[in-house]
T-cell receptor, first 113, second 117 residues
Framework: DAKTTQPNSMESNEEEPVHLPCNHS???????IHWYRQLPSQGPEYVIH???SNVNNRMASLAIAEDRKSSTLILHRATLRDAAVYYC??????????????FGKGTHLIIQP | GAVVSQHPSRVICKSGTSVKIECRSL??????MFWYRQFPKQSLMLMAT?????????EQGVEKDKFLINHASLTLSTLTVTSAHPEDSSFYIC?????????????FGQGTRLTVV
C-alpha cells in the first residue's frame, strides 16, 4: 500500500470544526483513501472512505484534492468523544478484500473543552 | 454496521502458559479475518491473515508456531499465544470485512489486552 503522511498531533476546541490533513503523493489511480480512528484502549473504527469525489457521512466529510495527492478529514463540530488517533490509509482496489490494513502513526487529535 | 466481538477484553497470564483469544463476527460471515498487535504508543501491526478452512498467512517476522490461528467457521477465528513471555504483552486486535469487496469498511473487535507476568 502507498505511504501516507499525517501530523503527529493536533489540538482543537470542543464544538469547533477540525480539519485533519493527509498527504499521499504516491497514490495510484486505483487507491481508495480510507480513514479510521482509534479511541483509547479500543479497536479502530471506520470513519469514511473515497476515491475522487468528496464524501459525506454522519461522522465526517472527506475532501480529496483534485490531483488526489492529499485529502482532509473534516469533523464539522468536534466533541470530547472525538478525541482519538486518526489514521489515513490507502487501499488498492483488489476486488477481494483479502489484505489487512497498513496503519501508519496517525494523528493524535486532542479536544479541549 | 457489522459487529466483531473479541473475547476476553483483558487477560493476565503467567509466563510459559498459553492464552486463547476469540474473534467472532456476530451478524455477518467472514471468510477472512485479520489479527493485529499494538504495543504501547505504537500503531497497529498486522500479524496474520486468518482464512476459513485453510492455513493462516503470517507477516514477516511473526512466528507461526507461537501465534496459532484457527479459523474453523465463517464467524470465528482464534489466536492462541503459546508459551507466552512478558515481551508478548500487548494489545491484540482482530478485524473482518463484510464479503463484498476490498473497499468496504473493515470492522474491528474491541481488542484484548494481554499481560504476561
Amino acid at each position: 500500500d502507498a505511504k501516507t503522511t499525517q501530523p503527529n498531533s493536533m489540538e482543537s476546541n470542543e464544538e469547533e470544526p477540525v480539519h485533519l490533513p493527509c498527504n499521499h503523493s504516491t497514490i495510484s489511480g486505483t487507491d481508495y483513501i480510507h480513514w479510521y480512528r482509534q479511541l483509547p484502549s479500543q479497536g479502530p473504527e471506520y470513519v469514511i472512505h473515497g476515491l475522487t469525489s468528496n464524501v459525506n457521512n454522519r461522522m465526517a466529510s472527506l475532501a480529496i484534492a483534485e490531483d488526489r495527492k492529499s485529502s482532509t478529514l473534516i469533523l464539522h463540530r468536534a466533541t470530547l468523544r472525538d478525541a482519538a488517533v486518526y489514521y489515513c490509509i490507502l487501499r488498492e482496489y483488489s476486488g477481494g478484500g483479502a489484505d489487512g490494513l497498513t496503519f501508519g502513526k496517525g494523528t493524535h487529535l486532542i479536544i479541549q473543552p | 454496521g457489522a459487529v466483531v466481538s473479541q473475547h476476553p477484553s483483558r487477560v493476565i497470564c503467567k509466563s510459559g502458559t498459553s492464552v486463547k483469544i476469540e474473534c467472532r463476527s456476530l451478524d455477518f460471515q467472514a471468510t477472512t479475518m485479520f489479527w493485529y498487535r499494538q504495543f504501547p504508543k505504537q500503531s497497529l501491526m498486522l500479524m496474520a491473515t486468518s482464512n476459513e478452512g485453510s492455513k493462516a498467512t503470517y507477516e514477516q517476522g511473526v512466528e507461526k508456531d507461537k501465534f496459532l490461528i484457527n479459523h474453523a467457521s465463517l464467524t470465528l477465528s482464534t489466536l492462541t499465544v503459546t508459551s507466552a513471555h512478558p515481551e508478548d504483552s500487548s494489545f491484540y486486535i482482530c478485524s473482518a470485512r463484510v464479503q463484498n469487496g476490498a473497499n468496504t469498511e473493515a470492522f474491528f473487535g474491541q481488542g484484548t489486552r494481554l499481560t504476561v507476568v
